[in-house]
């Protein structure tokens, strides 16, 4: 990858890990004040919203961005107002209909939630699905335009404005019931905000909305196959939802509120720090999948493949720094973050599922940007199968815990697909002897942090071994990696001496 790539995601991924922590942070807030229960309401009513996002636009961006990137390679500029203007013709076509036909019909749509109270909360955020979704568009726009900082900008201050807002409702909350209806609102006009700012950006750099026709068709071919998968997840998402509590009632013996809370504390607090790697994926495909398309489109395929390998590797080497780090802190961060044992236990069991999670990630995108959206879809759906077999099978054995563990083998199955099909499509790539040196460093890794943070327990109080810990256990682990060679130095070093270089430039000017 070049410099310039090195230098964006950096950029990108610091955005997003300030974004992603500021947001996690909201959780930990929103589960101390409103508790699991709370948080369970406000998931559930956001697993369903999920689904009529994804199914408006979640194959809007990604599409979009291609396309933009396809008239830029065959210079046919003036084709792009056309293509965003098309995109966000799309997302009304859905969005529209759907918000007059679940207002005017409100009362028929309780059998989507295990739990009346999350319809309250879902209709308040559901108007939002119009501006959000052409926002979606706008995000396309900017990943298309190679914009990165307008996107990690506004994409920021969405989220911190959330938070704000939502801190500022739920302070006085009377309930768990109450609360999540505050966090709902506060979700609707963080929407607001990002559909005034993007737009306005999207003008003031010049855009505007051109006739549509030319680029309606290719636009949809493309989307759909990926709406279709991501529209399925929240489908999956929203059924696991209503599913997990039903099961833990009928096959555990638990009541409907303990259900609830126990779906609260697995979906709410493990799930999204388990989930960690998808904010530094999501950064890597962002900047990625324009330049992948580039090359795929201008048949470059020394670069294409280089750019995949390395993609590649990025995705498992965040993967292998962080299992040792969750493994040897988990039960610490559930206590310290979330006050709660069950979180950090889940955390700790089950993040071996971050290695198949990046790599299905990842190799989505790669695909994707080279137009495989078709058998990408295909491959998610023997995955989905694959976790709700295990949820049905395992709930009466694992309880809680067949959710997470369905999640892995759904990711298992996508990643050994999808390497399948990049291989064919991209031969030459070689990752396993990547992924064979890390597996063994990361077991080394995750040995010496379960040992640091037991000693460490014997001398300091749970924050300080958290932080402490992480310090250690992560520096141990870089150290290892670079001792196996298993990353380099050598962007880092090219990017401050040229910044030197450039600044004695100046100078001498």
Known sequence: MS???????????????IEK?????????????????????YQIALSVFSVFLTAASSGVPVTVSRLI??????????????????????????????????????????????????????????????LTSVYAVMRGTFWGEKQFMPYSLIELAEDSFMVILGCVLIANAESAYDGAMRAGI?????????????????????????????????LLASS??????????????????????????????????DAVSLYGVAAGMSIPILFIPSSLIGSIAVVLAPELSENFYRNKTEKLKTDVENSLKAAIFIAFLLIPLLFSLGETMGNVLFSDGLCGEIVKNCCIILLPMCISMITNTVLNSMNRERQTLIYYFAGAGAMMACIAILTPVAGIYSYVIGLGISFLVTAILNLRLL????????????????????????????????????????????????????????????????????????????????GKSKQDA
């Open 423 to 502: 291989n064919k499509l991209c031969k030459g790539v070689k990752i396993l002897p990547f992924i064979l040196k890390g597996t063994a460093v990361c077991a080394v890794c995750s040995l010496f942090g379960m040992l640091a943070v037991n000693l460490l327990e014997m001398f300091l109080p749970q924050v300080a071994q958290l932080i402490a810990g992480g310090v250690v256990v992560a520096a141990f682990t870089l150290a290892l990696m670079y001792a196996a060679k298993m990353y380099s130095l050598a962007p880092v070093k090219n990017f401050i001496a040229a910044r030197r270089k450039k």
């Open 186 to 218: 506060a979700v609707f006009v963080s929407y607001i905000f990002s559909f005034i700012v993007s737009l306005c950006w999207y003008f003031h750099k010049g855009g505007r909305l051109v006739n549509p026709k030319k680029q309606l068709k290719p």
């Open 3 to 17: 410099k310039n790539i090195y230098q964006t995601t950096a950029q990108v991924t610091i955005f997003s890990v």
């Open 69 to 130: 990137t396809k008239q830029n390679a065959i210079g046919n500029s003036s084709a792009k107002h056309a293509v965003v203007t098309a995109g966000i013709v799309s997302t009304f076509i859905f969005t529209i209909p759907a918000c007059i036909i679940i207002f005017a019909g409100r009362n028929l749509f309780g059998f989507l939630f295990s739990d009346e109270r999350c319809l309250d909360v879902f209709l308040i955020i559901l108007p939002g699905l119009i």
């Open 21 to 41: 922590s500021v947001s996690f942070l909201y959780r930990i807030v929103l589960s101390h004040i409103i508790g699991a229960e709370g948080v369970g309401i």
């Open 224 to 257: 759909l196959p990926i709406t279709a998968m991501r529209t399925s997840t929240s489908l999956l998402n929203s059924l696991v939802a209503v599913m997990m509590p039903m099961l833990l009632v009928n096959m555990c013996g638990m009541t409907n509120s």
